[in-house]
């Protein structure tokens, strides 16, 4: 292992990082000469880009924020702080997909995004963390005023209980009374009723290219 990279786990670890992923980790440096670690692939024209195959600490310290800068969809979003740069898949809830530029997306999908947007975008938020999930995202509930914002997409409505594995760490309990609750008062996406279909189904039936 080299140098460098014994310093960048050294500096994650010292972040209040624990419980070690496998992922990959990218550095560059930009046209003002700041050097960036993140999880999401560094722009072209950045500087000295590097890919490292380490391992991303998975458990941030309680109290450590991060602020959004970027809402991607009903469950995705972009944070920095800690001179970090790093993509944040909400864990334990599914919102409707938003299909992409070329693909009408599913219902309530819009307003599920628009919702988690004016909640957290630009706002300071603390991450619990459960790991990695696909596309090298970390998995996290998601803080604002020790309101769990997680827990809040499901109670409104505009996200579903996630229906593939999730980390043996998180409990799902309160989101499946929470889904329940907002399912009995057909809140949100659930007054479509019988025509309702999961984000998971969805996917299935309209797979990206």
């Known amino acids: ?5 014994k310093y960048l786990i050294l500096f994650l670890a010292l972040m209040g990082l624990v419980a070690p992923v496998a992922g990959k980790m990218f550095t560059w440096t930009d046209s003002d000469g700041i050097r960036h670690f993140s999880n999401v692939s560094p722009p072209e024209n950045a500087g000295n880009a590097k890919v490292l195959e380490t391992e991303i600490q998975n ?11 970027k809402v991607y969809d009903g469950d ?3 944070v920095t702080g800690q001179d970090l740069t790093l993509k944040i898949r909400m864990v334990g809830i599914d ?3 938003t299909g ?5 997306g ?3 999908s819009r307003k599920a ?3 988690l947007n004016r909640r957290i975008h630009d706002r300071s938020v603390t991450l619990k963390t459960y790991g990695l999930g696909g596309y090298n995202r970390i998995l996290a509930e998601v803080f604002i005023n020790d309101i769990n914002m997680n827990l809040e997409m499901v109670k409104t409505g505009l996200a579903e209980v996630y229906q593939g594995s999730m980390p043996k760490t998180f409990d799902a309990a309160p989101y499946l009374a929470a889904q329940d609750q907002a399912r ?3 809140i949100g996406m659930w007054v479509q009723g019988s025509q309702y279909k999961s984000p998971r189904q969805w996917r299935k039936e309209n797979p990206r290219n």
Request: no cysteine; aromatic share 14%.
């Open 1 to 5: 292992m080299n140098r460098f990279l």
């Open 95 to 97: 919102a409707p997909e």
């Open 59 to 69: 458990r941030i310290s309680p109290g450590r924020q991060f602020k959004v800068i």
């Open 113 to 115: 995004h628009q919702y």
């Open 184 to 186: 009995k008062n057909r």
């Open 106 to 108: 599913q219902p309530f």
């Open 76 to 78: 995705s979003f972009l």
């Open 100 to 104: 992409g530029s070329r693909k009408p």
